[in-house]
């Protein structure tokens, strides 16, 4: 035995091959939420999120995208209000997420940060984010950045989420779509496309283990009662 005395046996648990690698699967197409960041009238980053879960259908997955026109501000509503509910709603629905914002000032909009800063770490004793997928994306007006997806990647890790690999960064976004605002063919929609193909398949793998994924025994030691009351946001 090592000698780890640190350790509480009661909550320490090898690694589950059975719970890693199940013999029955899902079978229902993969969900995928997309949220974009701008409530422009022509907005790119929802133009470019519209692309994304064209090619998410046509690689099988059932897709939902989230408007956040009319969602308030972090804490100046409660979350009874009709928007902040449909997007819980639409987290928990979800196995996976592609998030993609505009670069504002080095940084990702406050439109998307508002969106995930209404989603919790923990929802009626659930996370609704843990374990699960995301993409990350961002346009860009002038020169190509990769300041907003490094960001959302942090916010992507704060959330418990398995952030794949592969990211896409769109420069000079003005040109990459046509009229009717859809994006023309280019390296850049490839590159969006590889991301889909990679997060389907990163959802498809790991859905069905997503709990055992992410099963710590830190947490396993704390009580539900005390995590909520760590993490609460009226406690900061």
Known sequence: MSDTPQIDDEHFR????SRLFPTEQSTHPARILLLHGSLRERSYSELMTGEAARVLERLGAETRRFDPRDLPLPDSEDASH???????ELVSWSEGMVWCSPERHGAMAAVMKSQIDWIPLSLGGVRPTQGKTLAVMQVCGGSQSFNTVNQLRILGRWMRLLTIPNQSSVPKAYNEFDEAGRMLPSPFYDRMVDVMEELLRFTLLTRDIKDHLVDRYSERKESHAQ??????QKNI
Do not use: Q, Y
């Not at 009709?82 to 819980?88: D, N």
């Not at 995590?227 to 609460?232: G, I, M, P, T």
């Open 14 to 17: 090898a690694t589950d091959r």
């Open 82 to 88: 009709p928007k902040v509910a449909e997007l819980r």
């Open 227 to 232: 995590l909520s009351a760590r993490v609460s």
